[in-house]
């Protein structure tokens, strides 16, 4: 649906453009009109809004990433019932 207001947009390019062409941002009515925002500053912002998003949302980002401090401790754990079970099958 169209309307008759225009709107300011943010357009972010990713620099490798494997899965995402482009990111699309629309400023508040209000943002443009605040004194001492720079150009830099809503761009930055808008990097910040993508990163967290994709932190957050990337496919990539299941399993032991998710477990975080804890990960270490599942690696000593599988290794150790290797162990056991390498010691069992060898007596």
Known sequence: MVKGTSRRVIVV???DQQLFEQAIFLLKEDAAEQQGVT?????QEAKEAAD??????????????RLGKYRGWLWFLAGAACTGIAVMILL
Do not use: I, M
């Open 39 to 43: 150009a830099q500053q809503v761009v």
């Open 13 to 15: 390019r990713p620099p």
């Open 52 to 65: 967290s998003y994709l932190r957050k949302h990337a496919p990539g980002k299941r399993g032991l990433a």
